[in-house]
């Protein structure tokens, strides 16, 4: 069984990986991936995002038929990019275009895809200390994760089968949302 969990930073994916790997042993593909032999743009870059998805589904074929979870796919690399671009103004979202028109109909389908959302206005991001910088300082930027949060959404829903699709308030205790993935993903 192949799935895959994705949401903003800090919206519990890592936690929720690790919970499922040391309670039932599902193996899980991280978020980054080593690149130590792919030679890449500078990180931030959209470039490096695509190499990174795509790294992590070539890894995700040493699973094939067995249970394994895949923390953050291409579509948060696809909200990342639109928000960049609507923000800043960079046209990166071509350079997505080009990458799926190659690649993605290689991709293994996945059998559910969870996404955590944030329902109480992105407030799980204020965890950052103030004048945090990382990756550009855009996961303190209300604007950018409103608009990447749309925008990851938005392809989930125009590119998996709705049957397949569930969103989970990832605002919610962590007993709660651990239920409701068990439950997703028929683990008792």
Known sequence: ??????????????????????????????????????????????????????????????????????????????????????????????LFEQWKSKHYLELPTPYKFIHFVIDEGLSIHRRYPSGFTGNEGLWTNQNFLRVMEEATVNFIRTTYPKEKVSFIDASKPFSEVKSKVKAILNLE
Request: aromatic content about 12%; cysteine-free; charged content about 25%.
């Open 1 to 94: 069984m192949f799935s895959i969990i994705s949401g903003l930073p800090e919206s519990g994916k890592s936690t929720m990986t690790r919970y499922l790997k040391e309670t039932f042993g599902i193996n899980h593909i991280s978020t980054v991936v080593d690149h130590t032999t792919v030679e890449i743009h500078a990180p931030g870059d959209s470039y490096y995002f695509l190499i990174n998805d795509e790294l992590k589904y070539r890894l995700a074929e040493k699973y094939r038929g067995g249970d394994f979870i895949l923390e953050r796919g291409v579509e948060s690399t696809y909200g990342y990019i639109s928000a960049h671009d609507q923000i800043f103004g960079t046209r990166d979202i071509e």
